[in-house]
């Protein structure tokens, strides 16, 4: 057991290596998230005029949420993932991982977990210099539950982001190309992930479909969570949900990882 650690242990840090060694491509992506959020405040503020609230949700509350994704999309989203996988694959870079005892998915979620620390450390930066001008705007709740179901809600969140990632790029082994794919998801995670608006500003019976839906838990599920746009029952519900679709992604993964290999192998991958 010992053993296996090691091995994951090796790839995150050769991960955390080739991400420090871009570094840079991620400070200035965080910079440019702050024309971003600039947009964010000059359109939800637009919408605020002449009334105090939309949703049950002040302005305040609104743009604390979407601070809060934007932060989060650092630290739990699945940049490019996928692509990467794909890329492995498509060059027989995946063979290597045929002949020695290595689960290929902890490999690549190792790599993953890596990234995701250098990039969420880094946005700290553009962070701490936009503080001072959006202190004013932000306003969190301070629930002691809360503190407790993020963990557990954050790392489910990180688990279907790189499942959904890590399934787009095990299509490589049937498709030569998977960007259309990963385009169309992209499009739908923005809408049913809340991205583009809080989900509860959705009609009440869409709403609860999209609650059945992995997107749901991919980013705003945690987001909810800590700006307040949900409560104790509604939070526990969702992380039995969650688990649930983290289950069945991983399934999933398994699945097209064997069915995947057999077609490589067939056509002499």
């Given at each position: 057991m010992i053993a296996s650690f090691e091995k994951y242990r090796q790839a995150f840090l050769v991960g955390l290596q080739s991400n420090i060694v871009y570094r840079w491509n991620f400070?200035?992506?965080?910079?440019?998230?702050?024309?971003?959020?600039?947009?964010?405040?000059?359109?939800?503020?637009?919408?605020?005029a002449g009334t105090e609230k939309i949703g049950g949700f002040d302005l305040r509350q609104t743009l604390?949420?979407?601070?809060?994704?934007?932060?989060?999309?650092?630290?739990?989203?699945?940049?490019?993932e996928d692509y990467q996988i794909s890329e492995e694959i498509r060059n027989?870079?995946?063979?290597?991982?045929?002949?020695?005892?290595?689960?290929?998915?902890?490999?690549?979620?190792?790599?993953?977990?890596?990234?995701r620390l250098v990039t969420g450390a880094l946005i700290l930066l553009p962070l701490l210099i936009a503080l001072p001008f959006v202190h004013d705007s932000l306003t969190f709740p301070v629930d002691g539950w809360r503190f407790a179901v993020i963990i557990p809600a954050l790392?489910?969140?990180?688990?279907?982001?790189?499942?959904?990632a890590y399934c787009f790029g095990m299509l490589t082994f049937w498709f030569l190309e998977i960007?259309?794919?990963?385009?169309?998801?992209?499009?739908?995670?923005?809408?049913?992930?809340?991205?583009?608006?809080?989900?509860?500003?959705?009609?009440?019976?869409?709403?609860?479909v999209a609650q059945f839906l992995?997107?749901?838990?991919?980013?705003?599920?945690?987001?909810?969570?800590?700006?307040?746009?949900?409560?104790?029952?509604?939070?526990?519900?969702?992380?039995?949900?969650?688990?649930?679709?983290?289950i069945a992604l991983l399934l999933l993964n398994q699945l097209l990882w064997v069915r995947g290999l057999r077609r490589h192998t067939a056509v002499g991958g």
């Open positions: 400070v200035v992506r965080g910079f440019f998230s702050l024309f971003h959020l600039a947009v964010v405040f000059i359109l939800w503020g637009a919408a605020f604390t949420y979407f601070i809060t994704l934007l932060v989060l999309q650092f630290f739990i989203s699945a940049f490019n027989g870079l995946i063979n290597q991982f045929l002949l020695k005892p290595i689960n290929y998915f902890l490999y690549r979620f190792s790599i993953f977990v890596a990234a790392t489910l969140s990180a688990l279907i982001q790189f499942s959904i960007q259309g794919f990963v385009i169309l998801s992209m499009a739908i995670e923005s809408v049913l992930g809340g991205q583009l608006f809080p989900l509860d500003l959705l009609p009440e019976s869409v709403y609860r992995p997107f749901y838990y991919q980013m705003y599920f945690p987001g909810a969570i800590i700006t307040g746009r949900i409560d104790l029952t509604q939070a526990l519900q969702g992380l039995l949900i969650q688990t649930g679709w983290v």
